[in-house]
């Protein structure tokens, strides 16, 4: 069992930047894909960000490419997603979410989610 818990979300301007985090319980964090989602009010939830087990297998959304960033801490049990160059485009409630298969899209565990909205 994991219970995932995301913070960091909050109110920023066009152009700034967030750093959202995901702290999990339990002692098997290191086994699980981490990805992040976001879903805005009126569209389908997508998936931002991907990072392996070990942290050195990482996929993006084309539209965060270059302004996003997952990164994980195994000894801290926290996937983190720094967020740069913000756009209002990415107002959204984002939750972190666990799977033991990289890429195999079957998230067992999700957090309950942290809003994020850019003003522009």
């Known amino acids: 069992q994991v219970q995932l818990v995301e913070s960091g979300g909050g109110l920023v301007e066009a152009g700034g930047s967030l750093t959202l985090s995901c702290a999990a319980s339990?002692?098997?964090?290191?086994?699980?894909?981490m990805a992040w989602f976001r879903q805005a009010p009126g569209k389908e939830r997508e998936r931002v960000a991907l990072?392996?087990?070990?942290?050195?297998?990482?996929s993006y959304l084309d539209s965060v490419k270059g302004r996003f960033t997952i990164s994980r801490d195994n000894a801290k049990n926290t996937v983190y997603l720094q967020m740069n160059s913000l756009q209002s485009e990415d107002t959204a409630v984002y939750y972190c979410?666990?799977?033991?298969?990289?890429?195999?899209?079957?998230?067992?565990?999700w957090g309950q989610g942290t809003q994020v909205t850019v003003s522009s």
């Open positions: 339990g002692r098997t964090f290191s086994r699980y894909s």
């Open positions: 990072i392996s087990s070990s942290g050195n297998i990482l």
């Open positions: 979410a666990a799977d033991l298969i990289y890429g195999r899209g079957e998230y067992a565990y």
